[in-house]
């Protein structure tokens, strides 16, 4: 749909499995969405995105991975993201130019493997001005995200960042930034003096290289992408080294495993003495309701900022 003002395009499928002989019990809907969509609300300054994306995925990439639908399996699931984006932007007489975006992202997965994974809703706030005379420009940079995982303290990230821009040839462009980073991830606080270089390089319209490094609180932080289109192929290579907050699986409990013993080696050094450990566990699985042994598998998951190269 394209309207004067508005734009939506997308699709979205219902794939319905049934089972001749095991029936209900593996019966299942497997939804299937991705739909983008723009309003402009206030015209050249206003404007409002949002997206809908449903799939289908695994989530443990040791366990099976069929290739269609028709088989079942405990690892897939459905990743669901729903997102809602106003931003303003524009020049001023100066000839600066700025943005001010708000992103707003829900995530959920759902199916029987990744029932202990919590939903999130994770806020991304952006804001920068530039302006660029000639071989030389200048760029300031905000961006705030926060993460906030169902049941949890909120993990918060701010950057700020002020650019050089350095412009020797029209298809490329270096730059050099510096500035200050502040990070609350519950447990662990870090804030400090960040520091990075980039460039852009796209010499035709076939080929474009952008890369950035920036010294971080974890070390190195680095993005790379290149293209080259030829006439019969296309060529992408992507390397990236940051942080990322996606639930990851830590370990899984099989079937039939002593719920009793594992608190026992967990409380162990919070409760040295044996008798009052012994006490303390009854008393847990007492007050939380917890099965003696487990009867299916339990799958334990971290929701907490990872390191992802």
Same mark, same amino acid.
């Given at each position: 749909?394209?309207?004067?003002?508005?734009?939506?395009?997308?699709?979205?499928?219902?794939?319905?499995?049934?089972?001749?002989?095991?029936?209900?019990?593996?019966?299942?809907?497997?939804?299937?969405?991705?739909?983008? +969509?723009?309003?402009?609300?206030?015209?050249?300054?206003?404007?409002?995105?949002?997206?809908?994306?449903?799939?289908?995925?695994?989530?443990?990439?040791?366990?099976? %991975?069929?290739?269609?639908?028709?088989?079942?399996? %405990?690892?897939?699931?459905?990743?669901?993201?729903?997102?809602?984006?106003?931003?303003?932007?524009?020049?001023?007489?100066?000839?600066?130019?700025?943005?001010? /975006?708000?992103?707003?992202?829900?995530?959920?997965?759902?199916?029987?493997?990744?029932?202990?994974?919590?939903?999130?809703?994770?806020?991304?706030?952006?804001?920068?001005?530039?302006? %660029?005379?000639?071989?030389?420009?200048?760029?300031?940079?905000?961006?705030?995200?926060?993460?906030?995982?169902?049941? %949890?303290?909120?993990?918060?990230?701010?950057?700020? /960042?002020?650019?050089?821009?350095?412009?020797?040839?029209?298809?490329?462009?270096?730059?050099?930034?510096?500035?200050?980073?502040?990070?609350?991830?519950?447990?662990?606080?870090?804030?400090?003096?960040?520091? +990075?270089?980039?460039?852009?390089?796209?010499?035709?319209?076939?080929?474009?290289?952008?890369?950035?490094?920036?010294? /971080?609180?974890?070390?190195?932080?680095?993005?790379?992408?290149?293209?080259? /289109?030829?006439?019969?192929?296309?060529?992408?290579?992507?390397?990236?080294?940051?942080?990322?907050?996606?639930?990851?699986?830590?370990?899984?409990?099989?079937?039939?495993?002593?719920?009793?013993?594992?608190?026992?080696?967990?409380?162990?050094?919070?409760?040295?003495?044996?008798?009052?450990?012994?006490?303390?566990?009854?008393?847990?699985?007492?007050?939380?309701?917890?099965?003696?042994?487990?009867?299916?598998?339990?799958?334990?998951?971290?929701?907490?900022?990872?390191?992802?190269?």
């Amino acid at each position: 749909e394209v309207g004067a003002r508005t734009r939506l395009s997308g699709s979205v499928s219902m794939p319905i499995v049934l089972y001749a002989r095991t029936g209900s019990e593996n019966d299942q809907v497997y939804p299937q969405a991705a739909l983008n +969509g723009t309003v402009e609300a206030v015209e050249k300054f206003f404007f409002i995105d949002g997206t809908i994306l449903v799939s289908q995925q695994y989530f443990s990439p040791l366990g099976p %991975q069929p290739v269609g639908l028709a088989n079942a399996t %405990q690892n897939r699931y459905t990743a669901e993201s729903y997102s809602v984006n106003p931003y303003i932007k524009g020049r001023t007489a100066g000839d600066v130019q700025y943005q001010i /975006r708000d992103e707003n992202l829900w995530t959920k997965a759902s199916g029987a493997a990744v029932s202990g994974v919590n939903d999130a809703y994770t806020n991304h706030f952006l804001a920068n001005a530039s302006r %660029q005379s000639g071989q030389f420009g200048w760029a300031l940079d905000y961006d705030r995200s926060s993460v906030a995982f169902q049941s %949890q303290p909120q993990l918060r990230t701010q950057l700020g /960042r002020l650019r050089l821009l350095d412009s020797p040839d029209p298809q490329l462009q270096l730059s050099a930034s510096v500035g200050y980073e502040d990070n609350d991830f519950g447990l662990t606080q870090n804030r400090g003096t960040i520091y +990075g270089v980039g460039a852009k390089w796209h010499p035709t319209n076939r080929t474009a290289l952008d890369a950035t490094w920036e010294h /971080r609180f974890f070390g190195s932080s680095y993005l790379v992408n290149f293209t080259h /289109r030829m006439p019969l192929t296309v060529w992408n290579l992507n390397a990236s080294r940051n942080i990322t907050s996606y639930p990851q699986q830590l370990a899984t409990l099989p079937t039939g495993f002593d719920v009793q013993s594992l608190l026992n080696q967990l409380f162990l050094s919070s409760v040295p003495d044996p008798a009052q450990r012994q006490t303390f566990v009854d008393e847990f699985i007492r007050n939380h309701g917890l099965p003696a042994v487990l009867s299916s598998t339990v799958n334990l998951f971290s929701d907490q900022i990872t390191l992802v190269q």
